[in-house]
Nanobody, 119 residues
Framework: QVQFVESGGGLVQAGGSLRLSCVAS????????MGWYRQAPGKQRELVAV???????NYGDSVKGRFTISRDNAKNTVYLQMNSLKPEDTAVYYC?????????????WGRGTQVTVSS
């Protein structure tokens, strides 16, 4: 099992920006598809963005054009740059390895990082 440590969340006003980071354990980071997910209160966890081992990216419809996922294989780290934040982006954000075709997460969840966007 790979373990994840997310950071970078906080309280921000609508229209603001945050950059989340996630450090993954293990030596096979560079071959894994990585995803960012989020869970808002009372809602199911949803996929936000994924990045393949070849740096191909995909985004949920609600964040397209506002969020950017990237990775640094030398640091075993995946990032999520979030711009033009909206109150509906408020959630706990998690990262995970995921299946490269189905994007289903593969490992146990970390603690996540809380993002709160005020109106």
């Amino acid at each position: 099992q790979v373990q994840f440590v997310e950071s970078g969340g906080g309280l921000v006003q609508a229209g603001g920006s945050l950059r989340l980071s996630c450090v993954a354990s293990g030596s096979s980071f560079k071959i894994n598809t990585m995803g960012w997910y989020r869970q808002a209160p009372g809602k199911q966890r949803e996929l936000v963005a994924v990045i393949s081992s070849g740096d191909i990216t995909n985004y949920g419809d609600s964040v397209k054009g506002r969020f950017t996922i990237s990775r640094d294989n030398a640091k075993n780290t995946v990032y999520l740059q979030m711009n033009s934040l909206k109150p509906e982006d408020t959630a706990v954000y998690y990262c995970n390895r995921c299946n490269r075709i189905t994007w289903v997460p593969l490992d146990s969840w970390g603690r996540g990082t809380q993002v709160t966007v005020s109106s």
